[in-house]
C-alpha cells in the first residue's frame, strides 16, 4: 500500500499537521505529548526535553519515541521544526485567526477565523499530498473500466463532485452513499476497476466495508482521509491524505470538505490530462447539451 505524506515527492510538512494526523493512534503518554506540544507549539520551541517530559507528566524516553514516531530524529529537530512553523505564522500574523472560534468572537472573527481555516486546509493539504500516490491513483483512474466513489454524511457530498467530473469527460463512474448499495455495487466491480473511499476520520465502517468488499473482488482501492493509520488504510492499495484540524463549531468539518475537493480537482485534471482529446471533446459537448437551459444575458 502506498500512503501519502512525507516521500521525496512530497513537500514537507508541517510537523503540527503529522501529529493531528497521528494523534489517534499514538500511545496515551505520547498523547500526552502531542497535546503539550499542539497547546502551546511556540512554547515547547524554547524548552527542553526534561520540560516538555514534565508538562506531559511521562518520561523523556517517551518524548524521544514520540519525536520517532512523527517521523523526527529526535528532539532537536523538533524544536527547529515548531520554531521554524512559529515564524512563519508570525511572518503572516495568522496567530490570531489560527486560534479556536469562541463563543465571545464576533461575526467579522468569525469570518475571519473560518476563511483562515478554510485557506489553511488547501495549503496545508497542497503541501503534504504525495505527488507520487497521486500519481498512481490518477493511472488507476485513467485505466479503468469503472470507478465507484463512496462517501456517506459529508462526503457524499463530494464523492458527487468526483462523479459528475469523471463522467463529463467520459469516465464511466458511480458515486454511492447507501451502505446497501455502496456494498451490492462494490462486489460486482473486477480487476480494472477502481474504488474509491470518501472518509475524514478513516473509520466511517460503511464505507470501509464497501472498500473491503471492492478489494476482495479485485478492485484497486483507494482512500482520501485525514489520518493516514485509521482503519480505512488496511483496505486501501493507495492512501491519499487531507488536513484540516476541527474546531469548536466545527468550521473544520468544512473545511476538511474544501481539502478533499483539492485532491479531487488535482485527481481530475491528471485524468483529464491523459485523455486529453477526448476530454475536451466531452466537456465541449456536454456545455453545448446544457446551452439551452441558461438564461439569456440581459
Same mark, same amino acid.
Not at 469523471?166 to 463512474?173: E, F, K, T
Not at 476541527?246 to 491523459?274: H, K, N, P, W, Y
Given at each position: 500500500? &502506498?500512503?501519502?505524506?512525507?516521500?521525496?515527492?512530497?513537500?514537507?510538512?508541517?510537523?503540527?499537521?503529522?501529529?493531528?494526523?497521528?494523534?489517534?493512534?499514538?500511545?496515551?503518554?505520547?498523547?500526552?505529548?502531542?497535546?503539550?506540544?499542539?497547546?502551546?507549539?511556540?512554547?515547547?520551541?524554547?524548552?527542553?526535553?526534561?520540560?516538555?517530559?514534565?508538562?506531559?507528566?511521562?518520561?523523556?524516553?517517551?518524548?524521544?519515541?514520540?519525536?520517532?514516531?512523527?517521523?523526527?530524529?529526535?528532539?532537536?529537530?523538533?524544536?527547529?521544526?515548531?520554531?521554524?512553523?512559529?515564524?512563519? &505564522?508570525?511572518?503572516?500574523?495568522?496567530?490570531?485567526?489560527?486560534?479556536?472560534?469562541?463563543?465571545?468572537?464576533?461575526?467579522?472573527?468569525?469570518?475571519? @477565523?473560518?476563511?483562515?481555516?478554510?485557506?489553511?486546509?488547501?495549503?496545508?493539504?497542497?503541501?503534504?499530498?504525495?505527488?507520487?500516490?497521486?500519481? @498512481?491513483?490518477?493511472?488507476?483512474?485513467?485505466?479503468?473500466?469503472?470507478?465507484?466513489?463512496?462517501?456517506?454524511? &459529508?462526503?457524499?457530498?463530494?464523492?458527487?463532485?468526483?462523479?459528475?467530473?469523471?463522467?463529463?469527460?467520459?469516465?464511466?463512474?458511480?458515486?454511492?452513499?447507501?451502505?446497501?448499495?455502496?456494498?451490492?455495487?462494490?462486489?460486482?466491480?473486477?480487476?480494472?476497476?477502481?474504488?474509491?473511499?470518501?472518509?475524514?476520520?478513516?473509520?466511517?465502517?460503511?464505507?470501509?466495508?464497501?472498500?473491503?468488499?471492492?478489494?476482495?473482488?479485485?478492485?484497486?482501492?483507494?482512500?482520501?482521509?485525514?489520518?493516514?493509520?485509521?482503519? $480505512?488504510?488496511?483496505?486501501?492499495?493507495?492512501?491519499?491524505?487531507?488536513?484540516?484540524?476541527?474546531?469548536?463549531?466545527?468550521?473544520?468539518?468544512?473545511?476538511?470538505? $474544501?481539502?478533499?475537493?483539492?485532491?479531487?480537482?488535482?485527481?481530475?485534471?491528471?485524468?483529464?490530462?491523459?485523455?486529453?482529446?477526448?476530454?475536451? @471533446?466531452?466537456?465541449?459537448?456536454?456545455?453545448?447539451?446544457?446551452?439551452?437551459?441558461?438564461?439569456?444575458?440581459?
Amino acid at each position: 500500500m &502506498a500512503v501519502a505524506g512525507f516521500d521525496n515527492e512530497s513537500r514537507e510538512a508541517s510537523p503540527l499537521v503529522r501529529i493531528r494526523s497521528l494523534l489517534p493512534d499514538l500511545a496515551p503518554a505520547e498523547q500526552r505529548v502531542a497535546a503539550a506540544v499542539l497547546a502551546n507549539p511556540a512554547l515547547v520551541a524554547r524548552s527542553n526535553i526534561t520540560e516538555l517530559a514534565e508538562a506531559a507528566a511521562t518520561s523523556e524516553t517517551t518524548v524521544i519515541r514520540f519525536c520517532k514516531t512523527i517521523g523526527l530524529r529526535g528532539y532537536p529537530e523538533l524544536r527547529i521544526a515548531l520554531a521554524a512553523d512559529a515564524a512563519r &505564522a508570525e511572518a503572516r500574523d495568522d496567530r490570531h485567526l489560527g486560534g479556536d472560534i469562541t463563543p465571545s468572537d464576533d461575526l467579522a472573527e468569525v469570518v475571519g @477565523k473560518v476563511a483562515f481555516a478554510d485557506a489553511r486546509a488547501v495549503e496545508e493539504t497542497a503541501r503534504q499530498l504525495d505527488v507520487g500516490t497521486l500519481r @498512481k491513483v490518477v493511472a488507476a483512474v485513467a485505466a479503468a473500466g469503472r470507478v465507484d466513489i463512496y462517501g456517506v454524511g &459529508a462526503n457524499a457530498f463530494v464523492a458527487a463532485d468526483l462523479q459528475q467530473k469523471l463522467h463529463r469527460i467520459g469516465r464511466v463512474s458511480f458515486a454511492w452513499s447507501d451502505t446497501h448499495i455502496m456494498l451490492t455495487s462494490a462486489a460486482v466491480l473486477s480487476p480494472g476497476d477502481v474504488a474509491i473511499g470518501l472518509s475524514h476520520t478513516g473509520a466511517t465502517a460503511d464505507t470501509v466495508e464497501a472498500l473491503r468488499v471492492a478489494r476482495g473482488h479485485g478492485a484497486t482501492t483507494v482512500a482520501l482521509t485525514s489520518f493516514p493509520r485509521s482503519p $480505512i488504510h488496511q483496505v486501501s492499495d493507495h492512501l491519499l491524505t487531507t488536513v484540516a484540524p476541527e474546531t469548536t463549531f466545527r468550521s473544520g468539518a468544512t473545511a476538511s470538505r $474544501i481539502a478533499q475537493l483539492t485532491v479531487i480537482d488535482c485527481l481530475f485534471v491528471g485524468v483529464a490530462q491523459l485523455h486529453l482529446d477526448s476530454a475536451r @471533446k466531452a466537456l465541449r459537448a456536454t456545455y453545448e447539451a446544457v446551452g439551452d437551459h441558461r438564461l439569456p444575458e440581459p
